[in-house]
């Protein structure tokens, strides 16, 4: 089991951590739940970490890291929802309305 990344943005390490699960590889967060006690614990402890299982996935993890914080890779046309007719933003991957997720590769949002 490596680190990965750290980071004070929870939103960050989530959206990293469920895109890595979306490509099969397996991770975990550690220190979401203590960042909340900062100042009674040293800082250095309290930020949120993000973990990769295996070993052998690693390598991969970076590489998809890199691209995800490419900001290149973002998705900004808007869309609409066939589900629902909604307009969207083009960083969701899912209309907030009905649920419906967009076909089309996101890579990051």
């Known amino acids: ?7 004070m943005s929870f939103p960050e390490i989530g959206m990293l951590k469920s895109q890595l699960e979306a490509e099969g590889i397996a991770c975990v967060t ?6 909340i006690a900062y100042g009674t ?3 250095q402890e309290c930020v949120p970490e993000l973990w990769v ?3 052998e996935d690693y390598a991969r993890a970076e590489e998809l890291m890199a691209e995800w914080k490419d900001p290149s890779n ?7 929802c066939p589900g629902c007719g ?3 933003e083009g960083q969701f991957a ?3 309305q009905c649920g419906y997720d967009r076909e089309e590769p996101i ?3």
């Open 1 to 7: 089991m490596k680190k990965l990344m750290s980071s």
């Open 30 to 35: 550690r220190n979401e739940s203590i960042a």
């Open 41 to 43: 614990i040293p800082r």
């Open 53 to 55: 299982l295996h070993d």
């Open 74 to 80: 973002l998705l900004t046309e808007p869309w609409v």
């Open 86 to 88: 909604e307009e969207l």
């Open 94 to 96: 899912s209309c907030w």
């Open 107 to 109: 890579q990051r949002g």
